[in-house]
Each structure stands twice: as structure tokens, then as C-alpha cells.
């Protein structure tokens, strides 16, 4: 079945830029999603990406589709103490999503 | 417009205690979603409701029964609970169209014990 993958931890110091990466295997999605859960709350959607799309910027967040190798990242510029967080990425099937297993960003003074 | 809530937000039940956790939405949506998380392992789907009047099973949904009681109201229940049920549930809905994106409720913290 689809899947997505992340790896559960990212550590970065103040100020510096953040990259949070997934992989994913349903090639027919269309929509990728990074969604943000701060401790003790639900999830909000952060940003997406259409599949036709290579690159999205907003603000400080940069989304980047590498539909060959089905890679998303997302890039959060100059990070800080606010964007310590669970990130979780996503891709939709229908209307199910299938979910990462979250990142966790930590921020370091 | 309070979006999707959810009660309670915390419960203790002991091994083989019921109850039913809530769910609301007003935002019209379509589709509703109950997922369980637990640390290292994301969000796992129990049931979700595509449309009033349906449910489908989800990738965890033993040990639990939902109900789409009408647009509005998406319940989840555990019939005899489980140490293993322990976690933090999350109902979520999605309008059916545009970008798919999911809103999701606060949560309930379950312990079970």
C-alpha cells in the first residue's frame, strides 16, 4: 500500500534554516501536505503543494516536489523558538490522507 | 465558527469500561475522520464517515464502532477498553472538495488502566 516516510527527529540552532524532508510512493497523489502539531494540540495544515508544481514559497517556508523521486522537503528560513513542533507530511488518496510519522524540530538556543 | 470540537479533551477508564468520545463539526463538511496517535507511529486512521449515512473501516479499527449521527456529529466508541487503546484521538473532516486539506479538532487524551 501507499506509504510516507520521514525521519522523527531534526535539530537546529536558532536563526539557522530548517529542512524537513519525506518520501512517498503513491505517484498519483495530488496534493502533498505539511501539516504542523505543537504540543498539546491538534494538527493544522502549515502549507501544501499541487502535483504539477516543483517548488511553493510562503514567507519563510519553501516547499519543494521532486516527483521523480518522489522527495518532498520543506524548508523554514531563519527558524524560530516558535517553530519548535511536529511536522508531519502528507500525501491524499481520494479523500483519505496517508500520513508521515511526524518530525519533530528542536530548537537549540 | 468553532470549527471541529471534541469531548472530552482528557479521560481515565479501567480495562473493559465503555464509553464514546464526540465529535463535531460546523463548517458542512462532507467527510469526517476519527484517528488514534501514538508516539513514533503518526496519525492511524480507525473510521471515517465519506458522507452522512456511511462508515468505511480505517487501517486500525478493531475494538472500536463509530456512528454519523448526521452531517454535524461523528462518534467513536469503545465497547470494552484496553490498555492498548490508550493514546491521543483525533477526529478530523474534510469538505469534499478543493484541496483535500483536513481540519482537525483539539483531541481526547485516553488512558486506559
Known amino acids: 500500500g501507499e506509504d510516507v516516510e520521514q525521519s522523527l527527529f531534526l535539530s537546529v540552532r536558532e536563526g539557522d534554516s530548517s529542512v524537513i524532508n519525506c518520501t512517498y510512493t503513491d505517484s498519483s497523489s495530488t496534493y502533498l501536505y505539511w501539516y504542523k502539531q505543537e504540543p498539546g494540540a491538534g494538527l493544522q495544515l502549515l502549507t501544501y503543494?499541487?502535483?504539477n508544481m516543483d517548488m511553493k514559497q510562503d514567507q519563510r517556508l519553501t516547499v519543494l516536489l521532486n516527483k521523480k523521486d518522489k522527495h518532498l522537503s520543506l524548508r523554514i528560513a531563519d527558524t524560530q523558538t516558535g517553530d519548535s513542533a511536529i511536522y508531519f507530511c502528507a500525501e491524499n488518496d481520494n479523500y483519505q490522507l496517508i500520513w508521515g510519522a511526524g518530525t519533530k524540530l528542536i530548537i537549540k538556543p | 465558527n468553532a470549527g471541529v470540537t471534541q469531548t472530552p479533551k482528557f479521560q481515565v477508564l479501567k480495562t473493559g469500561q465503555s464509553m464514546t468520545l464526540q465529535c463535531a463539526q460546523d463548517m458542512n463538511h462532507n467527510s469526517m475522520y476519527w484517528y488514534r496517535q501514538d508516539p513514533g507511529m503518526g496519525l492511524r486512521l480507525i473510521y471515517y464517515s465519506a458522507s452522512e449515512g456511511t462508515t468505511d473501516k480505517g487501517e486500525v479499527p478493531n475494538g472500536y464502532n463509530v456512528s454519523r449521527l448526521n452531517k454535524r456529529e461523528f462518534s467513536l466508541r469503545l465497547e470494552s477498553a484496553a490498555p492498548s487503546q490508550t493514546s491521543v484521538y483525533f477526529c478530523?473532516?474534510?469538505?469534499?472538495?478543493?484541496?483535500?486539506?483536513?481540519?482537525f479538532g483539539p483531541g481526547t487524551r485516553l488512558t486506559v488502566l
Open positions: 478530523a473532516s474534510f469538505p469534499g472538495t478543493g484541496r483535500n486539506e483536513q481540519f
Open positions: 503543494i499541487f502535483s
